[in-house]
Structures are given as C-alpha cells and as structure tokens.
C-alpha cells in the first residue's frame, strides 16, 4: 500500500532556482541550477492518527486515576511518565507508525526511481538519483544533534521550496529547532469559503504548474493564498541564525494526496 497524505501531503517535482551555500549545496547534491529534484511530505496515515488518538484517551484516563490526579483543560495535553505501562506502549506504537511511514515513503521513492528510469531510458543510478534526506517531524525519539543536518522547508502548490541546514546559533538558542514549513494564513474550511477553484487553478496552470489531485477541494484547500510567504518564513529563520539558506526549488509538477 503506497499513500500519500490528504492536506498537506504531497509528491512535488522541483528545479533548483538559487544557490546560496556552494559548498553545502555541492555536499547534498544539489549544486546545479536546473537540476530536478523530488521532494515528498507523507506518513503513516490514519496509523499515526490511531495511535495518536488510543494513546490520548489511555494517557487521559490514567492521569485521572493516579494518586494525584491530573486535571486538564484539553485532552490533547495528556501525557505519561516515560517509563510507565502506558508510556512505554505509546513509544512502541508510534515507532510502529513511524517504520510504516518510512516503508511508505521508500516505496513511493523507489516507484519514482522506476518512473524516471522508464522515461529516460536510464538507471536511476546512473541519473544520480539518491536521497539527500528522509526525516520525521511527528514523532518523538532520543537522538544527538548534529551541526549542519538538512532542513526541508515545503512551500504550497504554487511558491518555491527551501532547503536549509543547521547552525551553532539554533542548537545554542533553539535547541537544534527551526521552522517546520510556511504556517497556514487561512484554515482548510476557509479556503474552501474565500477561494474560487477556477481562480485557484488558472492561477497555477499560468505558473507552469502541472497538477494531479485527488480531490478538487484540495486545489483550494492547498492554494498558495493559504499559506504564509515561505520565502518571508525563511529569510527570518536566516538572519535569525537558527538555520542556512543553501537552496532554492522552484515546482513543475505536484501531486496531491
């Protein structure tokens, strides 16, 4: 089973547009303008969301039940001593979830190995075609930081991608964390009341973009009206320190979960 996320899940083909860090470009591949690039955002699915929403009412029920109870104004806030029944089998739940994810998204790379190669007549080894980075942003893990790790920023359908890396000045100010994308300006429901399907996808169409969606409402769920200005997002976390500009990406082609 390959799946690609609904909302904000994405299969997007990109072109490098600006280079801003030669060398930490040259060390992830990406030293070319031009060069075409595959960028994904997916996970484990309704999986993660099971096990998300199980362990809230398991963590919920046991905070009521303790010696001292724990009184909380949204569920969403329940949590578990680490080394308790319950939060050691949400770790392995969700480590679960996250193998799922990762097979999904090897899966989904593979194919895209498969279609180039069919396309160009080629291996996809011999088009150079490797992954610079696979990482999670929903899960918990004990790991050690390490200076200069990627940073994938997603833009929407319509603006650019980033890539960034890390900096001393983010692990020392910001415990090794920057932006995860552009942030949302308008809610999914509000998209789909304030924005004009035709409008949206004129729009695109006259942009270069190609597109393939699953649902229309997600044309205008996924607008770039949606969304704040990832190069304004971006530019801030630069000169902030907290992470490096090293690439540009601008879309092609995009499909929607």
């Not at 031009?34 to 929403?53: K, P």
């Amino acid at each position: 089973i390959v799946l690609l996320c609904t909302g904000g899940g994405c299969f997007v083909m990109q072109v490098v547009d600006e280079i801003y860090d030669k060398y930490a470009a040259k060390q992830l591949g990406l030293e070319r303008q031009g060069q075409v690039c595959l960028m994904m955002h997916s996970g484990s699915r309704g999986l993660g969301h099971q096990v998300a929403t199980d362990a809230l009412q398991l963590m919920c029920k046991a905070a009521m039940t303790r010696k001292n109870p724990i009184h909380l104004n949204d569920p969403q806030l329940s949590c578990a001593p680490i080394h308790s029944e319950e939060g050691q089998l949400y770790l392995r739940s969700m480590a679960a979830a996250a193998n799922f994810a990762w097979v999904n998204r090897s899966t989904i790379t593979f194919m895209a190995r498969q279609a180039f190669s069919k396309v160009f007549k080629q291996d996809a080894d011999d088009l150079d075609m490797h992954v610079v980075y696979d990482i999670s942003h929903n899960t918990a893990k004990l790991e050690e930081h390490s200076i200069g790790e990627p940073v994938l920023i997603g833009g929407s359908m319509g603006t650019c991608s980033y890539v960034l890396v890390g900096t001393h000045t983010g692990e020392k100010e910001t415990f090794s964390s920057t932006c995860h994308g552009a942030g949302r300006v308008l809610s999914r429901s509000g998209s789909r009341r304030k924005l004009d399907y035709d409008h949206v996808t004129s729009e695109l169409a006259d942009r270069g973009v190609s597109m393939r969606v699953a649902s229309p409402k997600l044309i205008v769920e996924e607008a770039p009206e949606s969304y704040k200005d990832v190069t304004a997002v971006v530019n801030t976390c630069h000169q902030a320190g907290i992470s490096s500009k090293v690439v540009k990406m601008r879309p092609i082609a995009v499909v929607k979960g």
